[in-house]
T-cell receptor
Framework: DVKVTQSSRYLVKRTGEKVFLECVQDMDHENMFWYRQDPGLGLRLIYF???????EKGDIPEGYSVSREKKERFSLILESASTNQTSMYLCASSLYPSTGDTEAFFGQGTRLTVV | DAKTTQPPSMDCAEGRAANLPCNHSTISGNEYVYWYRQIHSQGPQYIIH???NNETNEMASLIITEDRKSSTLILPHATLRDTAVYYCIVRSLYNQGGKLIFGQGTELSVKP
């Protein structure tokens, strides 16, 4: 079975803390993505990466950074967590499309609450 | 990537076919139509995709109009477990990173 694994299902952090959300995929995919999902706003792309050490901003990168040191791992970093970053965070991976049209596989999500 | 328009919600009786429409009038020649669904509290799940021909797999069928400006996802015999939000996405094969941009989707409720 293909797998995208997010390190935590639920997380509670304090305002101002540095938060790391980890995502690991075992499919040797080039692409990895971080989304957040909020009621009424749907899924919004934060950052994506199409290769190791490569990253591109999505639609809402403010307040976030990412790290991709190894192909299988993509980390989302909240440098100083704020209450408006309380959300469901979803990680996804896919093959790079130049190898063919491909689907993305999603993790189960991390529900982050910042208090 | 082209934008899509979907109805916000639909109901379907269990055992009947669910037909979910999607408009993508600005789709360009190298853009595929993808469908995903998200069951409550889970990550989105891939269903099917197509370029211009109709496609069928074990989950669903995808009908794309000849001008490619709209498509319909068909769940032939909907079950209660098909209750979910369904997303129609158009995506270029060659856009950087192959990123998926989600719209609001259609919330499908399958009723007994």
């Amino acid at each position: 079975d293909v797998k995208v694994t997010q390190s935590s299902r639920y997380l509670v952090k304090r305002t101002g803390e540095k938060v790391f959300l980890e995502c690991v995929q075992d499919m040797d995919h080039e692409n990895m993505f971080w989304y957040r999902q909020d009621p009424g706003l749907g899924l919004r792309l934060i950052y994506f990466s199409y290769d190791v050490k490569m990253k591109e901003k999505g639609d809402i990168p403010e307040g976030y950074s990412v790290s991709r040191e190894k192909k299988e791992r993509f980390s989302l970093i909240l440098e100083s967590a704020s209450t408006n970053q309380t959300s469901m965070y979803l990680c996804a991976s896919s093959l790079y499309p130049s190898t063919g049209d491909t689907e993305a596989f999603f993790g189960q999500g991390t529900r982050l609450t910042v208090v | 990537d082209a934008k899509t328009t979907q109805p916000p919600s639909m109901d379907c009786a269990e055992g009947r076919a669910a037909n979910l429409p999607c408009n993508h009038s600005t789709i360009s020649g190298n853009e595929y139509v993808y469908w995903y669904r998200q069951i409550h509290s889970q990550g989105p799940q891939y269903i099917i995709h197509g370029l211009k021909n109709n496609e069928t797999n074990e989950m669903a069928s995808l009908i794309i109009t000849e001008d490619r400006k709209s498509s319909t996802l068909i769940l032939p015999h909907a079950t209660l477990r098909d209750t979910a939000v369904y997303y129609c996405i158009v995506r270029s094969l060659y856009n950087q990173g192959g990123k998926l941009i989600f719209g609001q989707g259609t919330e499908l409720s399958v009723k007994p």
